[in-house]
């Protein structure tokens, strides 16, 4: 007998994917509040933003007391300036945009990964790992050949691809064979190889010559994703094709999940499990699958931070960029193209962040609060609706269905 | 005591599920509220349970216009719900479950078991709800469960009771000792409000009744004065036919062969016992049984789902026992399934999506890998019309249609493909008349096109309706094999209870 013909081969709970993953990733929601509730969400963390900037201006908060005219000014002054450094600092200038794009690239490739799990249902935790392996396989590439560009870049990614696919198929498998669940085992997964990258660091295989240190050897010019303002000959401007490739691997997504077989096969797992075992899909195989794309995106994207920005491998040179993916992929309701505007924000943010850091006296941490923010927001959306007074499309929940509906 | 419903009006956006809905209960009295599913019978309760605001109209009890703003209201004003899906903690006692959330305590403030498990006791005896006050929940039958429900109601001292859909979940020999215990509420002074879709069982135990359609009561009337086919028009707003219109079968060559097949459970526990049976082309072969005698490992085992534990399955003489579900029904099998909504759709996919949910692999739904919509819209708006799906639109997703539109999507889906045997089961659970009956039609017609139909269903009157031959399972086994039309309704009800008439 077959393994696909196993009814075990349904998630434990045996139920089909519960509503709250559905609310939380946006899978089984109109457009409407699909685009809504992320805008909604980021005005109101925005807004929130001012409070925190408001509560921790120790200054201004003294001078309420004496002359609240000047508190309120100081205040305003603080709160504006912020926010302007904020804006300048992410589309101000081509520089500005640059760097926005820079950190966008990277994340949109791990939102990706991220978002293709919840489509099939699964909650992939582990993009920093397959970055962090999809990385060191771009390395192995890019040190060891000296091809011309055409040939080289193409075959690094190749590289960072297949490296993070099998790095994420094995929570896949597990999970689909075992039920072992992909939470607990992406993480596990995601200790496994920020550890083993700084054995590797140290390794003959990678390190660098005549360093004692866990830092590998520069890839070769050949291999990296040549820089789009390359003849402005600006070091200050520094966006590669990396962007370009992200936001084509993006509308691959999108056409892999909507308009084939693959990924009506994907989405229909992700949303009834048992639904896809009575039309006669592999849930077995489905599951591994589609681990190993997500595992393969997130793996371009540790390529893309090696061969855009980095050029050498270091210990966690993923950055937490699979982590933010995680936010990311929740804002843009796991849809490629909503990971696209998320991933501008966020490297907005980012780019933003910093130059309002220098700028103003504010930190660079309030962006943290901010991302956290929308996050919360998008978790609860019933808050959201609550604040503005939203209606959405689906059908209002009816009290009389009881336990276990 | 008297309660009374005026001009109850509730609107949804988009929907008038209430129009100025008039009803009255009075003790001593069983009100059956008839209504297909989406009449408005179950917003109208909810209001009167205190879970939603009328927009318009009054809740009167006793001359005195109440105001609830929560079910607590409402119990307090003494009306009490039974769902249609219990509200039960399995893991507890049942009467831990009575006192749930009202626990007598002593003066301490200690919780006092002792005395709660007296006073469900006597509310237990005194109107003949027999059941274990010491008895884990999930260890007891349903029907029994139900009582539960019933005693949990009484003890919060409620005079109004309401039953939503309360036979769904019971076996014909449950339904009648439930009828027992309803009728001794009435006898000892409770008014009842009994909320069904089903003629024959408002008929035999209301008193009065009022039909409710497209949110307004359209009928008032008492068993006496009415029939069957009388309160189905009512219902549905068109004369229905009840009856299975069919000719007499002419069977052919034996399509489906089950060979001593053994199959286990999701707990591992042998359901199917040696089971052996044949369906020929052009019959239909119902089978009844009451839920749990392994009738859905056997549909789920004959539709490639689960596999078998020995034995052999032969599909036009060929062996299809290792076969996967799509190996199933690639060789012709429709297979409507018991749970709809779990298995039969993906309920966030727009009806175009679930219309191709098991061909979307082949042409014209897709070339190579990459999915041709058109052509899946393209015929999953030709289905809807011809299987006569109401729905706006083929882009809305499945859970925005009713039940029975669902099970429609799901006919059109196994009906419209090349088939040469369908497997179905409880094909009409939980729809309307109207449904019923176009569903019925479908498969007769499928059958005098020389399709082989084995149809599994634990409502009696279906399979004794539409069956060609009639086998009863009980306890994993076919028990009896008989013909619907020369065998009574309590004889196969005896079968099916594993007793020989």
């Not at chain 2, 076996?171 to 009648?176: I, K, M």
């Not at chain 2, 899946?376 to 882009?395: G, H, M, N, Y």
């Amino acid at each position: 007998m077959s393994d696909q013909q196993r009814p075990d081969t349904s998630p434990p709970d045996g139920k089909g994917t519960s509503q709250f993953f559905q609310d939380l990733t946006g899978l089984g929601i109109d457009w409407r509040s699909a685009v809504l509730v992320p805008v909604l969400a980021i005005i109101t963390a925005l807004l929130v933003g001012v409070v925190v900037i408001v509560f921790t201006d120790l200054e201004a908060l003294r001078l309420w007391g004496s002359d609240p005219g000047a508190a309120l000014s100081k205040t305003w002054s603080s709160v504006s300036g912020g926010y302007k450094a904020l804006f300048v600092g992410s589309f101000g200038s081509l520089r500005a945009i640059s760097e926005t794009m820079v950190g966008a690239a990277p994340l949109i490739l791990a939102g990706l990964s991220v978002a293709i799990g919840f489509r099939a249902g699964l909650f992939n935790i582990g993009t920093e790992g397959q970055m962090l392996i999809g990385g060191m396989s771009a390395i192995l590439v890019g040190v060891a050949f000296q091809l011309p560009l055409f040939l080289h870049l193409p075959l690094a990614l190749i590289g960072a691809a297949i490296g993070g696919a099998v790095w994420g198929a094995v929570p896949g498998i597990l999970r689909a064979k075992t039920g072992a669940h992909e939470v607990i085992t992406t993480i596990m997964l995601n200790l496994i190889a920020l550890n083993l990258v700084v054995y590797l660091l140290k390794s003959s295989l990678f390190q660098a010559e005549g360093r004692t240190d866990p830092i590998s050897e520069t890839v070769a010019v050949s291999a990296r994703f040549p820089r789009l303002f390359g003849y402005l000959h600006d070091s200050q401007v520094r966006v590669t094709a990396g962007i370009i490739f992200a936001v084509l691997v993006a509308w691959f997504i999108y056409w892999l999940l909507f308009k084939t077989t693959l990924g009506f096969e994907f989405r229909a797992v992700g949303m009834n499990p048992d639904g896809a075992h009575y039309a006669g899909m592999n849930v077995v195989f489905l599951y591994g699958a589609v681990m190993a794309v997500a595992g393969a995106l997130g793996g371009l994207a540790g390529a893309d931070q090696i061969l855009s920005i980095l050029y050498r491998g270091s210990p966690g040179f993923s950055a937490g960029i699979g982590f933010d993916a995680i936010a990311l992929a929740l804002l843009g309701r796991s849809h490629p193209a909503g990971v696209v505007a998320a991933g501008v924000l966020f490297g907005a943010l980012r780019s933003g962040g910093q130059v309002m850091q220098v700028e103003t006296d504010l930190s660079i941490d309030l962006i943290l609060v901010i991302q956290a923010l929308i996050v919360v927001f998008i978790a609860a959306p019933a808050l959201i609706k609550a604040i503005y007074r939203v209606r959405t499309g689906r059908a209002a929940d009816l009290p009389t269905t009881g336990w276990g509906t | 005591m008297e309660l009374q419903l005026r001009g109850i009006t509730k609107r949804f956006p988009g929907v008038l599920a209430n129009d100025s809905v008039d009803l009255t209960a009075r003790s001593g009295e069983i009100l059956g509220l008839l209504g297909e599913n989406g009449a408005g019978k179950t917003t109208l309760m909810n209001i009167l349970y205190g879970l939603y605001t009328a927009d318009e109209g009054q809740i009167i009890i006793d001359g005195q216009e109440r105001h609830f703003e929560g079910p607590g209201d409402a119990i307090e004003a003494g009306i009490g719900m039974v769902h249609q899906h219990f509200m039960l903690v399995p893991v507890f006692t049942v009467t831990e479950n009575v006192v749930l959330g009202v626990e007598p305590t002593n003066f301490a403030g200690i919780m006092d078991m002792k005395e709660a498990a007296r006073e469900v006791h006597e509310i237990s005896s005194k109107y003949g709800l027999e059941v274990d006050p010491e008895a884990i929940t999930e260890d007891i039958p349903v029907g029994i469960q139900q009582r539960v429900e019933i005693i949990k109601v009484l003890f919060r001292e409620a005079e109004f009771l309401v039953f939503d859909e309360p036979t769904a979940v019971l076996t014909p020999q449950e339904v009648e000792e439930f009828f027992g215990i309803i009728r001794g509420l009435r006898d000892a002074g409770k008014a009842i409000i009994f909320i069904t879709h089903k003629l024959k069982e408002v008929l035999k135990i209301s008193d009065r009744i009022a039909v409710l359609r497209d949110g307004k009561v359209v009928g008032h009337t008492t068993p006496a004065e009415t029939t069957q086919e009388a309160l189905a028009e009512m219902m549905v707003g068109r004369p229905v036919d009840l009856l299975v219109a069919k000719d007499v079968a002419s069977p052919k060559e034996v399509v489906l062969r089950v060979d001593d097949v053994f199959v286990t459970d999701t707990r591992d526990q042998i359901t199917v016992k040696g089971l052996s049976l044949e369906v020929k082309a052009g019959e239909i072969v119902g089978i009844a049984g009451i839920q749990g005698n392994g009738q859905t490992e056997l549909v789920e085992m004959l539709t490639g789902m689960r596999p078998a534990a020995s034995g052999a399955v032969y599909l036009n003489g060929e062996d299809v026992t290792d076969e996967g579900p799509r190996g199933i029904h690639s060789r012709g099998v429709a297979h409507i399934p018991e749970d709809r909504q779990r298995r039969g759709l993906v309920m966030n996919f727009t009806i175009t999506e679930n219309i191709v949910l098991n061909t979307y692999y082949d042409p014209p739904y897709s070339k190579g890998i990459v999915m041709d919509w058109d052509a899946a819209a393209a015929a999953a708006a030709k289905l809807v019309e011809l299987f006569d799906v109401r729905t706006p639109s083929i882009s809305i997703p499945a859970n925005s249609l009713s039940g029975g539109n669902q099970q429609k999507v799901i006919v059109a889906r196994e009906f419209s493909r090349d088939v040469k045997l369908i497997i179905a089961a409880q094909p009409t659970r939980g729809l309307d008349v109207g449904s019923i009956e176009y569903i019925h039609g479908r498969i007769v017609r499928a059958r005098d096109a020389g399709v082989a139909i084995l149809i599994v269903s634990t409502e009696l009157d279906e399979v004794m309706a539409l069956s060609d031959r009639l086998l009863v399972m009980f306890d994993g086994k076919i028990v009896a094999d008989l013909d619907p039309t020369q065998v009574s309704a309590t004889d196969v009800g005896l079968y099916m209870a594993g007793a020989t008439p």
